[in-house]
Structure formats: C-alpha cells, structure tokens
C-alpha cells in the first residue's frame, strides 16, 4: 500500500502544476495552523475612531471598518475554513465510501434502492437542502455546519465509488479471492476498496474545493459561520457596504478562497493522472 502511493504522490509532485498545487495548499494550511500564533488577536478593535485603513508596515492587509488587522482575520479564517474544508469532507467521504462499496459488492435489490436514494437527492440542489437545515437556526454551531455540510456531501462520492467496484468485481484478482473462500468483508477490505482508493482521493480534493466555496457562500448568506468568529465568507459579508471604498476587505479573504480552490483542482486533476494508467 505505501509503495503504490508514494509512486502516485511521486508522480503527482513531478506535475507541475501538481507541485504548484501541493505547495500553494501547503502554505495555506501552515498560514492558517501556524500565523494565528504570532499574529494580532483578530477581535481586537484597538482605535474604532480610525476606520478601515489601507495597507501599511503595521497592518500588511490593512485594518476594517472596526480597527481589526485584516490579516489576523484572514489566516484566522483559513483555519475555520479548511477546518469545516476537511472534516466536512472526511464525513461525506466516509459515507459515500461505505454506500458505494455495499451497493457495488452487493448488486441487486440493495444496489437499486441504495442509487435510486442518490438519485433522488442529486436531483435538489445542494444549497438548497442546506438552507432549508441552517435557516432554522438563529446561531448554528460550527460542528453542526460541519456535519449538515458532511452529510449532503456524499450522494456524488457513492456513485463514483459504487462504479469502481463494479468494474474490480470482474478483475481476476477479486474473483480468484471469492473462488479461493475469502469472506465478503475480506474481499471488501483488502482488495476493493484499496484499489478504489484513487477514485476516493480525487473525490476529495475536489470536495474540499467545492466545500470551501459552499461554506464561503453560506456565510455571507448570513446563514453559516456567524460573527464574531472569522471566516473567508463571512469577511466577504462584512465588507459589502466597502467594495469602493476599502478593496482589502474582500481583496484577501476573496484570494484566499480563490488560491486555495485553484490548488486543490490542480492536485486533483495531477493525482487523476498520476491514477490514470494510460498514463503510466
């Protein structure tokens, strides 16, 4: 197993525009783990008489409208972002996972009703369930964010999955394994899902893209992370009223998300690639 994927990362990493990726997501995750230690505490409003001001020595991405270092905000945003980014995905992945592999191993009657569910939930928008979730709360809690977006995140993941071991029951290792008397979990277990595991992780690189944005979306629709705690979208939000007048309010939260989505699509489409055996 750790062969395989080191050869797979290795050859992620020899993609430019995979490295590019690797080291732009990289940084940001240092930025968002590692700057929030040392920098200013971003619900700190030392002199509200000044207003925004632009960027500066003292303020590398200036300050707001309430005296808070835009900085501060932005790589404190970063870790709430990625935060919801990631664990969001672990969860849809986890159950996207599960459901494509039960549907696809078993087939029949289990295979249809579990496709027909996924069917029918990709047929409403995403958004849409999970405004219809959040709107009833006045003040959402961060990990009830994380699993409302977590568990409508999956339906997409399962039919990817679901396709994959379909294709690897008819290999000759998987059915020489059930010829041989290797229980169902077993087969599961040690040869399906590690050889799906190239479908799941490119499913996850993108999730993380597309969750970021869903989240950025959400709270400047006032319905995801609320005030005072930052996020991208959330800072986006605050600064509609300044488009004009202060640009460095939603200049950086809004380059943030951009870098960041940009790099996890060229990670996704170098470790596509790099699973590609054409490409081999």
Do not use: K
């Amino acid at each position: 197993m750790i062969g395989p994927f080191r050869r797979t990362f290795a050859r992620a990493w020899a993609d430019p525009s995979g490295r590019g990726g690797l080291i732009t997501l990289g940084a940001l995750a240092a930025a968002a783990i590692i700057a929030p230690w040392w920098l200013p505490d971003p619900a700190a409003m030392p002199d509200l008489a000044a207003g925004a001001t632009p960027p500066s020595v003292a303020h590398l991405f200036g300050t707001d409208q309430l005296s808070r270092d835009v900085l501060a905000r932005v790589a404190h945003g970063g870790r709430v972002s990625l935060g919801i980014a990631g664990l969001a995905v672990a969860l849809s992945l986890t159950l996207g996972t599960a459901v494509g592999l039960v549907a696809g191993y078993l087939g029949g009657t289990v295979d249809a009703l579990l496709m027909r569910v996924v069917d029918a939930a990709l047929a409403i928008p995403r958004l849409f369930i999970l405004l219809l979730l959040l709107v009833v709360w006045e003040q959402i809690p961060i990990p009830a964010l994380i699993a409302a977006i977590g568990a409508t995140g999956w339906f997409a993941t399962s039919r990817l999955v679901r396709g994959d071991v379909l294709r690897l029951r008819q290999e000759g290792f998987v059915q020489a394994a059930t010829a041989l008397g290797a229980h169902g979990h077993r087969t599961v277990l040690r040869h399906l899902l590690p050889n799906a595991l190239g479908v799941i992780l490119v499913s996850a690189t993108l999730g993380i893209g597309e969750v970021i944005l869903l989240e950025a979306g959400l709270s400047f629709l006032g319905v995801g992370v609320r005030p005072p705690t930052p996020s991208w979208g959330g800072m986006i939000l605050d600064a509609r009223n300044q488009l004009t007048t202060a640009p460095w309010l939603f200049l950086f939260p809004g380059l943030a998300i951009l870098l960041t989505v940009l790099a996890v699509n060229l990670v996704s489409d170098a470790l596509r690639a790099a699973f590609d055996p054409r490409s081999a």
